[in-house]
């Protein structure tokens, strides 16, 4: 009887282990349609890559100072690191919406020289308008994945993760033309390329200088910003500025921050210094931009 009861208990945990794998799967990957599910893609911004193809009605969003409109036929990714802000939807807006975890984008990451070209020009371009080939393309592969997340299977983690790749081999195809302008480079150089934009993430609110971001990769200011701007076309310091920047206007939304609070964040030596930096990047003042982005939310 011992024995039995040993055994039915083990059954029990290996039910429960095949579980709490698949629910750990799906919080890895997973499409939802915005009208189906009453999620939208801000719910999850932060904490997953998101990519949304808009079928219908319109959306808007903030990020890098700029404001942005997707629509019908638009395509938009928001990759966890950006600071997107302000997203506002229509009544009728319908999108599908594919959010994929970083590990599990890292761990099935197809082709490393294309990703960092990707990465830069979705930076750029965070919305792209699709030809009726690139939607359909991208339908498809949001079916696939959509299906296989539902379908319980013995290697279902790996399935996804080669769908997974399929779909980012498709996304750089679709891309390809657009991107034809950013220098290509060898695997080696988009490692330490997408290493330092990892960083830069974690770090960009408080470190602005090349050699700091240079020092945890274990090579020289100099060679990381020829790598950078070889990989991007612009310098590191041309990043690190520019994440800074979008730290900082998220920041300046609250009215709750003092200028000298805000500083203090950003690990300026003093408020002084904090103004010099915006005035110097932006043109404007600390309580200009301030000012500015009250009247455009007006």
């Known amino acids: 009887m ?15 282990k095949k579980k709490d794998m698949k629910e750990l799967i799906n919080k890895s990957i997973q499409v939802y349609n915005t009208v189906e599910s009453h999620k939208l893609p801000s719910d999850f911004l932060g904490r997953y890559h998101i990519h949304v193809l808009c079928h219908a009605g319109k959306a808007q969003f903030s990020f890098m ?21 302000d997203a506002l939807y229509s009544s009728d807006f319908n999108a599908d919406f594919l959010l994929v975890d970083k590990d599990f984008l890292l761990e099935y990451n197809p082709e490393k020289v294309w990703a960092s070209k990707a990465f830069v020009f979705i930076k750029k371009n965070p919305v792209f308008h699709l030809d009726e080939r690139g939607k359909a393309m991208i339908e498809y592969n949001f079916i696939q994945i959509k299906r296989r997340t539902a379908e319980p299977h013995l290697f279902q983690k790996e399935i996804l993760g080669r769908q997974l790749q399929i779909f980012l081999l498709d996304l750089w195809e679709i891309y390809k033309n657009a991107m034809d302008n950013i220098q290509p480079t060898d695997n080696s150089l988009a490692l330490l390329f997408t290493r330092f934009m990892n960083l830069l993430s974690e770090y960009s609110k408080t470190q602005r200088e ?8 274990c090579v020289s200011a100099k060679y990381l910003s020829e790598v950078v701007k070889k990989c991007s076309g612009h310098p590191a310091s041309y990043w690190i500025n520019g994440y800074a920047m979008q730290e900082i ?9 003092t200028f000298a609070e805000i500083s203090d964040q950003m690990n300026f030596y003093n408020p002084a210094h904090f103004t010099r930096f915006v005035k110097k990047q932006t043109g404007e003042s600390p ?9 455009e939310n007006k």
């Open 210 to 217: 090349v050699a700091f971001y240079a020092d945890k990769l």
């Open 287 to 295: 309580s200009g931009l301030r000012v500015k982005q009250k009247l």
């Open 65 to 85: 100072g700029n404001t942005y409109t997707m629509e019908a036929g638009d395509w938009v990714i928001w990759q966890m690191s950006s600071q997107i802000t």
């Open 2 to 16: 011992k024995a039995g009861i040993a055994s039915f208990s083990l059954s029990l945990q290996r039910i429960s």
């Open 249 to 257: 206007l998220s920041l300046l939304k609250r009215p709750d921050l």
